[in-house]
C-alpha cells in the first residue's frame, strides 16, 4: 500500500518537474509602443500607473511576468489571459483602431471597470498589488469619459 | 472588356455541358440546340449588370442571383429590430440568438455588390459592428454586458441606414436614463436599455424615412 502511495506520488511530481518545460511563448515586445494610448492621447500619470499596473500584463505587448508566472500551469493560465485580452484591447496599439472603434473601446474600458469585471478577480486573487481602490477606479472612469465625450464631439 | 468575354465563353462551356449531360442529343433536333445556346448566350453576354456581378463575385459557387444595384440593409434591420425587441422584454437567450443572427447578416452584407459609398460605411463600420454583435451572442444570460455592447451596435446600425438607406419608416430613439441611442420600427417607445422596468423611457428623435 505504501509501495502504491510512493508510485503515484512519484508520479505525480515527476509529471510537475516534466510540464516545468514546457514554456509558454512570452510576451514581451520590450520596446515602448509608438501606438500606444498613452501615446495618442494625453493620459495623466496617475491614470497611466493605474493601466500600467492593473491592465497592461494582459492587455498590452509587454507583460511584467511576476516570478509564480515561471511555473507551470501558471504560466499556461497567464499566456491564455494574454491572448485573450489582446485580442480584445491592446493598449500598445490602440492608435490602430480606427476612430469607430477607439471609441468603443474607451467606453468598453469604462463598463468593465464600473462592473467591477476588470480586471479579472481570478488574477487579482495572486497578484494583490493589480487590484483597484475606489479612488483609483474613479480616477479612471473619468478620465475615460472625459476622453469618450471629446471625441464624440 | 475581356471579363464579359470570358464569362460569356463559361456560360457557353457550361450550357454545352449541361446539354450533353442532360439530354439525348440524338432525339434532340439540332435546330432547337443551336436556338437555345444563341437566344440565352445573347441573353447573358448582353446583361451588363449579371457580367458585372461575375467579375466582382469571384466565388464559383455563389449562385448566378440577379445582383441589385445597390445592395439593402433587409436582413440586418430584420435581426437587429428582433434583437432590439428580445432586449425590450429582458429576453437574453433570444436576444443571444437575434445577434449570431445579426452577425451573420452583417458578414453577408460585405460580400454583396455595394455602391461606393456604401463600401465606404462598410468598410469604416462593419468591424466595430460585428465585434458588438459577437459579444452580445457570446453573453446570453448576462444582459447587462448585452446591453452594453447594444449602445454601440445600435450607433452603427444608425450609421449603417444613413448609408445603404431603408425600405420602412424607421425611429431613432434615445433616453437619458440610459443615456443611449436606438433604433426602432414603431413609433411607440419600448426601451431596450431599461426593459420592462423602466419600458417607456425615451422620445423619438427623428423619423427616417424610406428611400
Known amino acids: 500500500m505504501t509501495r502504491l502511495k510512493t508510485m503515484i506520488l512519484g508520479g505525480l511530481v515527476g509529471a510537475f518537474v516534466m510540464i516545468q518545460f514546457i514554456q509558454p511563448d512570452r510576451n514581451d515586445s520590450g520596446q515602448v509602443s509608438k501606438q500606444s494610448l498613452t501615446a495618442l492621447y494625453h493620459v495623466p500619470d496617475n491614470v497611466t500607473q493605474i493601466l500600467q499596473q492593473s491592465c497592461a500584463n494582459c492587455h498590452s505587448n509587454n507583460t511584467a511576468y511576476p516570478w509564480y508566472t515561471h511555473v507551470q500551469p501558471v504560466g499556461w493560465w497567464m499566456a491564455r489571459h494574454i491572448r485573450k485580452g489582446k485580442a480584445e484591447l491592446n493598449l500598445d496599439e490602440f492608435a490602430g483602431y480606427s476612430d469607430r472603434r477607439r471609441v468603443s473601446k474607451l467606453r468598453s474600458m469604462k463598463n468593465q471597470v464600473m462592473d467591477g469585471v476588470m480586471p479579472l478577480t481570478s488574477y487579482t486573487l495572486i497578484h494583490r498589488d493589480a487590484r483597484l481602490s475606489k479612488e483609483q477606479k474613479q480616477q479612471l472612469v473619468s478620465w475615460l469619459d472625459n476622453t469618450i465625450d471629446s471625441l464624440n464631439q | ?211
Not at chain 2, 437587429?80 to 429582458?90: G, P, R, T, V
Not at chain 2, 426601451?191 to 422620445?203: E, V
Open chain 2, 1 to 211: 472588356m475581356t471579363a464579359i468575354g470570358l464569362s460569356c465563353l463559361k456560360h457557353e462551356i457550361a450550357l454545352l455541358l449541361f446539354f450533353y449531360r442532360n439530354l439525348n442529343l440524338k432525339v434532340m433536333k439540332p435546330f432547337i440546340f443551336m436556338v437555345a445556346i444563341i437566344a440565352t448566350t445573347i441573353a447573358a453576354c448582353s446583361n451588363p449588370q449579371k457580367s458585372n456581378a461575375k467579375t466582382v463575385i469571384s466565388s464559383p459557387q455563389s449562385s448566378p442571383k440577379e445582383a441589385p444595384q445597390n445592395a439593402s440593409l433587409g436582413a440586418v434591420m430584420t435581426h437587429y429590430l428582433h434583437l432590439k425587441n428580445a432586449l425590450a422584454s429582458d429576453n437574453t437567450k433570444e436576444a443571444a440568438t437575434a445577434s449570431a443572427q445579426l452577425h451573420t447578416a452583417l458578414a453577408e452584407l460585405g460580400k454583396q455588390l455595394l455602391s461606393s459609398a456604401q463600401k465606404k460605411a462598410y468598410s469604416d463600420i462593419s468591424a466595430d459592428a460585428l465585434e458588438n454583435a459577437q459579444h452580445i451572442a457570446d453573453n446570453g444570460g448576462n444582459i447587462k454586458h448585452q446591453r452594453e455592447h447594444f449602445q454601440g451596435l445600435s450607433e452603427d446600425i444608425y450609421d449603417l441606414i444613413k448609408a445603404f438607406g431603408t425600405s420602412q419608416t424607421l425611429y431613432k430613439d434615445y433616453c437619458p436614463m440610459a443615456k443611449a441611442t436606438w433604433v426602432s420600427e414603431v413609433k411607440d417607445i419600448k426601451n431596450p436599455y431599461l426593459g420592462k422596468s423602466m419600458s417607456t423611457c425615451g422620445s423619438v428623435k427623428e423619423t427616417i424615412s424610406k428611400k
